[in-house]
C-alpha cells in the first residue's frame, strides 16, 4: 500500500507521540507506586482535641430547649506524612443527650482507640469506635469528619467527588427560631432580603399559637416560597393531627418531627391523617432507624444529621437505604460552625437522593473562625475545589481555644 509524505508524516508523529507518553508513564510509574507505597504506611501520629466555643448573636428558640452558645469540639487527626484532617461536633443534649463535657470524655476515649491506626480504613475504625456512637454520635462524627477530610488531602480531591459528585452547588433554607409571631416575621422578612428563598419556622407550642405562626409568615412571604416547619417533638398525637390540619391553607411543604422521637406509631398516625408530608428528624439516627421507619411506613421524607448519625460514613448509609426506599431526603445541622456545615454540604452535593439542605447554622454565630469552605450567595451553596473538606480554622482563634 502506498502512502503520501503527508500520511507518513502523520503516523510517524502519532508513533512518536506514543512512544513519548509510554516513555513518561514508564518514567512515572515507579514514583506513583512509591506514593501508594507512602500512602499504604501513613499512620495516625497525633490527635489534637480542642474546646471549640463559639458566642450566638441571641440565644436560638426551640420546642425542646434553647441555645445559648455553640459549645463545640474541634478534633484534629494528624499523620506521620504531615497531612491533618479536621472535624466538629456540636453537642445539644435534648435531642442527642450530649454536652461538651461527654464529648471531650468521649473523644479521649476514642483518641486512644485510633492511635497508630491506618486513617483510611474508615470503616474498619467505625467498627472498632464501636457503641460510642450510641452515646456520643456527635462526638463520633467529629472524628469521622476529619478522616473523611484526610481521605480527600491523600486523594487530592474534593469530598463530594469521592462520596458521589452529583451536584456542586444547590439552595438551603434560613431557619427562624420560636418566637412572637411578629418577630418570626421579621426574621424570615431578613432572610429573603438576604437572598434566600426557602424558608424554615420553628413551631412545636401550644398548637393555636403556631397555626397563627404559619398564617403570618406566609402572609409576609407571599405564596410562592417554600415553607417547611419544624415541631422538634412538640406536639402530642392528636394536637398534631389537629394542628397540621388547620395548616392545610398556608401550603407548608413539609414538617419535620411533629410527635416524640419514640412514638413511631404515633409518627404513623400523624402521616395518615395529615394533609402535609411528614419528615422523620429525631427518630432517625443511625441506618437501623431508617429501616425501622421505612418498615413502619411512618413518614415522607428523612431529615439526616451528621450529629445524630455518627458522621458521614452512617449519614450515607441512611441516603442510599432511603434511595433504595424511594424516600427522598434532606441534610439538616444543628448550629455547627461552617467547617461541619462544610462536611454536611459535601454530603448534600454528592447524593441525588438528598433534594433538600437546612445548613444555615452558623448565621446565628457572632464570628465565623472557619477559613474557606462552603460559599452561600443569596441562599445558594457553593462547594469548595480544594481537597478534602477545603477549609480549615483560623489559628488565631485555635489559639484562645483549650486543648484537651
Not at 241 to 248: D, T
Request: neutral net charge.
Amino acid at each position: 500500500m502506498k502512502i503520501s509524505r503527508q500520511q507518513f508524516l502523520k503516523f510517524f508523529g502519532l508513533g512518536v507521540v506514543s512512544t513519548a507518553l509510554a516513555e513518561k508513564f514508564t518514567l512515572a510509574w515507579p514514583k506513583l507506586a512509591s506514593a501508594r507505597e507512602e500512602i499504604n504506611k501513613m499512620k495516625i501520629k497525633k490527635i489534637e482535641i480542642f474546646n471549640f466555643d463559639i458566642p450566638l448573636i441571641e440565644p436560638f428558640h426551640i420546642a425542646i430547649g434553647t441555645m445559648t452558645a455553640a459549645n463545640d469540639v474541634l478534633v484534629k487527626i494528624i499523620t506521620d506524612s504531615g497531612l491533618y484532617g479536621l472535624g466538629e461536633s456540636c453537642p445539644f443534649a435534648p435531642i442527642t443527650g450530649e454536652t461538651q463535657a461527654s464529648n471531650i470524655a468521649a473523644a479521649r476515649a476514642i483518641r486512644e482507640i485510633l492511635m497508630g491506626k491506618d486513617p483510611l480504613a474508615i470503616e474498619l475504625l467505625m467498627e472498632q469506635i464501636g457503641n460510642i456512637v450510641h452515646a456520643n454520635p456527635g462526638a463520633v462524627a467529629a472524628f469521622d469528619m476529619a478522616l473523611y477530610d484526610l481521605l480527600g488531602k491523600v486523594a487530592n480531591l474534593p469530598l463530594y467527588r469521592l462520596l458521589g459528585g452529583y451536584r456542586s452547588s444547590f439552595e438551603t433554607d434560613i431557619t427562624s427560631g420560636l418566637n412572637t409571631p411578629e418577630k418570626m416575621v421579621a426574621s424570615v422578612k431578613d432572610g429573603l432580603a438576604r437572598g434566600y428563598r426557602q424558608i424554615k419556622i420553628k413551631v412545636g407550642e401550644d398548637p393555636d399559637l403556631d397555626v397563627r405562626r404559619v398564617k403570618m409568615v406566609r402572609e409576609a412571604i407571599g405564596p410562592d416560597i417554600p415553607l417547611r416547619i419544624d415541631a422538634n417533638q412538640g406536639w402530642s398525637v392528636p394536637q398534631a393531627i389537629s394542628a397540621l390540619k388547620r395548616m392545610e391553607p398556608f401550603n407548608v411543604q413539609f414538617v419535620e418531627q411533629p410527635v416524640l422521637a419514640s412514638d413511631i406509631s404515633g409518627l404513623k398516625a400523624v402521616r395518615q391523617q395529615s394533609p402535609i408530608p411528614i419528615m422523620a428528624d429525631e427518630s432517625l439516627f443511625l441506618p437501623s432507624d431508617s429501616t425501622k421507619l421505612i418498615r413502619e411506613e411512618a413518614c415522607d421524607y428523612f431529615n439526616i444529621k451528621l450529629m445524630k448519625a455518627g458522621g458521614l460514613l452512617n449519614s450515607l448509609k441512611i441516603a442510599q437505604v432511603a434511595a433504595a426506599a424511594n424516600i427522598q431526603c434532606m441534610v439538616g445541622c444543628m448550629l455547627e460552625s461552617k467547617l461541619g456545615l462544610t462536611a454536611a454540604a459535601h454530603l448534600v452535593a454528592s447524593q441525588k437522593n438528598i433534594i433538600f439542605a437546612d445548613l444555615d447554622g452558623n448565621s446565628e454565630h457572632q464570628v465565623d473562625p472557619v477559613i474557606g469552605g462552603i460559599k452561600v450567595e443569596k441562599g445558594t451553596i457553593h462547594l469548595p475545589d480544594g481537597p478534602g473538606l477545603g477549609c480549615d480554622v483560623d489559628p488565631a482563634f485555635l489559639k484562645k481555644m483549650r486543648a484537651v
